[in-house]
T-cell receptor, first 113, second 115 residues
Framework: DQQVKQNSPSLSVQEGRISILNCDYT??????FLWYKKYPAEGPTFLIS?????DKNEDGRFTVFLNKSAKHLSLHIVPSQPGDSAVYFC????????????FGQGTELSVKP | GAVVSQHPSRVICKSGTSVKIECRSL??????MFWYRQFPKKSLMLMAT?????????EQGVEKDKFLINHASLTLSTLTVTSAHPEDSSFYIC???????????FGPGTRLLVL
């Protein structure tokens, strides 16, 4: 049972344009969501997070949107840069449940110059 | 965020031997650490939750006698793969839990190849 799903395994975007990465979840108990960026043979790097009491959180070029009714979140990167090329994982957790994260399958973003 | 290191970064071993992987939290006292493994082109699979001073909690399907976890201090957790087999070859990643920021920070990972 995949509780967190990233249905697009890959995404290709032109440099300077917007990248939109999507994530869906099924467990309505999830109340905290995170995005991580991962390069091959490295550990994931934390990017941005959002609590379920918000619908938007912004940090520089990165914005995460949360639609609780649709159980959907998205990460927007604008403008996209070649250095953003990596695999992006969304993750979800239930607060006060030991900090365990449930990860999606990842989306490989390629930003072309 | 917290700075996490892992050692070794890659290891090759013979089938039947045991391998120990260290996870260190360099600037943060971590009461809770996690161990994951990742197969090529796949998501991160949580193996176990490591709590300082107590026994680890293993996820369903993970053999606790095969993957021994020790979290003896607030800065060090170790994962020992006992009697390794080729199917244990994988990328093992640890993380530390920053409860204050409700975020996990990950180590760089350890590539294990069992011949």
């Amino acid at each position: 049972d995949q509780q967190v799903k990233q249905n697009s395994p890959s995404l290709s975007v032109q440099e300077g344009r917007i990248s939109i990465l999507n994530c869906d979840y099924t467990n309505s108990m999830f109340d905290y969501f995170l995005w991580y960026k991962k390069y091959p043979a490295e550990g994931p790097t934390f990017l941005i997070s959002i609590s379920s009491i918000k619908d938007k959180n912004e940090d520089g070029r990165f914005t995460v949107f949360l639609n609780k009714s649709a159980k959907h979140l998205s990460l927007h990167i604008v403008p996209s840069q070649p250095g953003d090329s990596a695999v992006y994982f969304c993750a979800a957790s239930v607060r006060n449940q030991g900090g365990k994260l449930i990860f999606g399958q990842g989306t490989e973003l390629s930003v072309k110059p | 965020g917290a700075v996490v290191s892992q050692h070794p970064s890659r290891v090759i071993c013979k089938s039947g031997t045991s391998v120990k992987i260290e996870c260190r939290s360099l600037d943060f006292q971590a009461t809770t650490m996690f161990w994951y493994r990742q197969f090529p082109k796949k998501s991160l699979m949580l193996m176990a939750t490591s709590n300082e001073g107590s026994k680890a909690t293993y996820e369903q399907g993970v053999e606790k006698d095969k993957f021994l976890i020790n979290h003896a201090s607030l800065t060090l957790s170790t994962l020992t793969v006992t009697s390794a087999h080729p199917e244990d070859s994988s990328f093992y990643i640890c993380s530390v839990l920053d409860r204050g920021h409700e975020t996990q920070y990950f180590g760089p990972g350890t590539r294990l190849l069992v011949l």
